[in-house]
């Protein structure tokens, strides 16, 4: 079941945020002069006020879309799930439980979309193929002209961090980001994904070690060592260890 | 109480978590000083605090990634106003036209989460099948009184702005829902008690946006479709300015579901 967690301790409160993701992740955008917390502005928004989800969707579009980003391949696609994320929050704001955070709810959907959409694609989420045939891309930012070469060096492992990442099954996926991406606490990650506390630390365990297992592989593959199969039933979108 | 991690099969078996600090700190302790006194286990550490770092690593190379300007609100907005659940200011003839029946008819490469216009079908749900083929009967009979040409071509055609709000939703169009089945996404986790679901379409016939978000002040259908049909300016029959800008909407009876 899933954890209430009062108003005050919200993924931006102090309980919420790991020390080294404060240091990691630059700073939410500022709330507007005056605009409220978010309770407020879902108040103002279910009474009718446009520019209360405006400014909702502004507060929280880039994390939203950096959550989304980190699990789906292509700016694109991130684009899509977010904007349908905010799309399905506006329809159901007159539902809205209170006894949540908005960004719990948000993150939920988002997540919720991202696992939907890699269920529908193939396990290599590394490239985008187009149906008109058009060639297939790298998903992740080419290196820009004239940056520094340690920058594309970084770039590149983010890209092979990114693909390690996709051939994890989703449940795992979604934890890995919540809790080392952006940095969520295990309970808040909990309420977002629908799942116990427990149940997350051991996807939390079992996600990082095959993470690990994974990157060695491929490390091992690439520097022409042994090429041992993918861990068993649990990279490549298969669900068979959930407890 | 959980049982501390002693041996060396329970600390490595504790690595993953341990790397992170996820283990209770009791916990936490007895893996640290288990590890500083044994290389194979200080070794393991050291690889699975590798392999977390390449992730802290990647959430530090996209933490400034960002939507590209101008943000996701125009989209929704624009969205939103198609969709009649919000007024727009846009105009919905001339230009302002074009442009939203360019978006509706575009086919983007790579998009899987929906049809050719992201979230077009979603607002699709909301129209009752007796209601949108009302719809469709009306915005005919208007196309007819207002061009004055018999088989107006202006309602129903493919892509046009008229067909949203006039053609029935397409059997079995649940192009945004998931595995899960109609109702919302797939959920993992079980206990799944504040998932968010679409709304389920009312059965009985009802005017068009009947318990949408329609502006307040436009409660008659015919009005509202006459006042998106005419006028280049977006305005109403009278010439008034967008007769829709700046309307409030009002919500349908609120329903708490939990």
Same mark, same amino acid.
């Given at each position: 079941?899933?954890?209430?967690?009062?108003?005050?301790?919200?993924?931006?409160?102090?309980?919420?945020?790991?020390?080294?993701?404060?240091?990691?992740?630059?700073?939410?955008?500022?709330?507007?002069?005056?605009?409220?917390?978010?309770?407020?502005?879902?108040?103002?928004?279910?009474?009718?006020?446009?520019?209360?989800?405006?400014?909702?969707?502004?507060?929280?579009?880039?994390?939203?879309?950096?959550?989304?980003?980190?699990?789906?391949?292509?700016?694109?696609?991130?684009?899509?799930?977010?904007?349908?994320?905010?799309?399905?929050?506006?329809?159901?704001?007159?539902?809205?439980?209170?006894?949540?955070?908005?960004?719990?709810?948000?993150?939920? /959907?988002?997540?919720?979309?991202? /696992?939907?959409?890699?269920? =529908?694609?193939?396990?290599?989420?590394?490239?985008?193929?187009?149906?008109?045939?058009?060639?297939?891309?790298?998903?992740?930012?080419?290196?820009?002209?004239?940056?520094?070469?340690?920058? /594309?060096?970084?770039?590149?492992?983010?890209? =092979?961090?990114?693909?390690?990442?996709?051939?994890?099954?989703?449940?795992?996926?979604?934890?890995?980001?919540?809790?080392?991406?952006?940095?969520?606490?295990?309970?808040?990650?909990?309420? /977002?994904?629908?799942?116990?506390?427990?149940?997350?630390?051991?996807?939390?365990?079992?996600?990082? =070690?095959?993470?690990?297992?994974?990157?060695?592989?491929? =490390?091992?593959?690439?520097?022409?060592?042994?090429?041992?199969?993918?861990?068993?039933?649990?990279?490549?979108?298969?669900?068979?260890?959930?407890? | 109480?959980?049982?501390?991690?002693?041996?060396?099969?329970?600390?490595?078996?504790? +690595?993953?978590?341990?790397?992170?600090? #996820?283990?209770?700190?009791?916990?936490? #302790?007895?893996?640290?000083?288990?590890?500083?006194?044994?290389?194979?286990?200080?070794?393991?550490?050291?690889?699975?605090?590798?392999?977390?770092?390449?992730?802290?690593?990647?959430?530090?190379?996209?933490?400034?990634?960002?939507?590209?300007?101008?943000?996701?609100?125009?989209?929704?907005?624009?969205?939103?106003?198609?969709?009649?659940?919000?007024?727009?200011?846009?105009?919905?003839?001339?230009?302002?036209?074009?442009?939203?029946?360019?978006?509706?008819?575009?086919?983007?490469?790579?998009?899987?989460?929906?049809?050719?216009?992201?979230?077009?079908?979603?607002?699709?749900?909301?129209?009752?099948?007796?209601?949108?083929?009302?719809?469709?009967?009306?915005?005919?009979?208007?196309? +007819?009184?207002?061009?004055?040409?018999?088989?107006?071509?202006?309602?129903?055609?493919?892509?046009?702005? #008229?067909?949203?709000?006039?053609?029935?939703?397409?059997?079995?169009?649940?192009?945004?829902?998931?595995?899960?089945?109609?109702?919302?996404?797939?959920?993992?986790?079980?206990?799944?008690?504040?998932?968010?679901?679409?709304?389920?379409?009312?059965?009985?016939?009802?005017?068009?946006?009947?318990?949408?978000?329609?502006?307040?002040?436009?409660?008659?259908?015919?009005?509202?479709?006459?006042?998106?049909?005419?006028?280049?300016?977006?305005?109403?029959?009278?010439?008034?300015?967008?007769?829709?800008?700046?309307?409030?909407?009002?919500?349908?009876?609120?329903?708490?579901?939990?």
């Amino acid at each position: 079941m899933s954890e209430r967690r009062s108003e005050s301790n919200g993924p931006f409160g102090a309980q919420g945020r790991e020390p080294d993701a404060d240091a990691a992740l630059p700073p939410e955008e500022p709330a507007e002069p005056g605009a409220g917390p978010d309770h407020e502005l879902v108040r103002r928004a279910q009474a009718g006020e446009e520019r209360a989800f405006e400014t909702l969707v502004r507060r929280h579009e880039r994390r939203a879309w950096r959550v989304a980003r980190n699990m789906v391949p292509s700016d694109e696609d991130a684009q899509d799930l977010t904007q349908e994320a905010f799309l399905r929050v506006f329809r159901s704001l007159d539902r809205f439980d209170f006894q949540h955070e908005f960004t719990t709810w948000l993150y939920r /959907i988002v997540t919720n979309l991202a /696992i939907d959409h890699l269920r =529908k694609r193939r396990p290599s989420f590394s490239t985008t193929a187009s149906t008109q045939g058009e060639e297939s891309e790298i998903d992740l930012a080419d290196p820009r002209d004239g940056r520094p070469s340690d920058a /594309i060096e970084s770039l590149e492992t983010a890209a =092979k961090v990114q693909e390690c990442l996709s051939a994890l099954a989703p449940h795992f996926q979604s934890v890995l980001v919540l809790r080392e991406l952006e940095g969520l606490a295990c309970t808040e990650i909990a309420e /977002i994904v629908g799942a116990t506390h427990v149940t997350v630390r051991w996807r939390l365990h079992r996600g990082r =070690k095959l993470f690990q297992e994974e990157w060695e592989r491929r =490390k091992r593959l690439a520097e022409g060592g042994p090429g041992e199969e993918p861990v068993g039933a649990e990279t490549a979108n298969t669900e068979g260890d959930s407890p | 109480m959980e049982r501390l991690p002693e041996s060396c099969t329970d600390v490595q078996a504790s +690595l993953p978590l341990f790397v992170g600090e #996820d283990l209770e700190p009791a916990a936490l #302790d007895a893996v640290a000083r288990h590890v500083g006194g044994c290389a194979a286990c200080r070794a393991l550490e050291g690889r699975a605090r590798s392999a977390r770092e390449l992730l802290l690593g990647l959430g530090r190379e996209h933490a400034h990634a960002a939507p590209p300007a101008p943000g996701l609100w125009p989209g929704i907005r624009g969205q939103l106003v198609t969709g009649g659940l919000l007024a727009g200011a846009a105009p919905l003839a001339g230009p302002g036209r074009e442009a939203v029946e360019r978006e509706l008819t575009a086919s983007r490469p790579g998009r899987v989460l929906s049809g050719p216009v992201s979230g077009r079908a979603w607002h699709r749900a909301h129209l009752g099948r007796a209601s949108a083929a009302a719809a469709a009967a009306l915005l005919a009979a208007l196309g +007819l009184l207002l061009s004055g040409e018999p088989g107006s071509e202006r309602s129903g055609s493919p892509g046009s702005v #008229d067909a949203l709000v006039g053609v029935p939703p397409a059997a079995g169009d649940a192009s945004l829902r998931g595995p899960g089945g109609p109702g919302g996404p797939g959920e993992i986790g079980a206990g799944n008690a504040t998932a968010v679901h679409l709304p389920a379409v009312a059965p009985e016939p009802q005017p068009a946006f009947e318990g949408a978000l329609r502006p307040a002040g436009l409660e008659d259908p015919s009005l509202m479709h006459r006042a998106l049909l005419l006028s280049p300016q977006g305005g109403g029959a009278s010439g008034q300015p967008n007769a829709l800008a700046g309307q409030r909407w009002s919500l349908g009876p609120r329903k708490k579901v939990h």
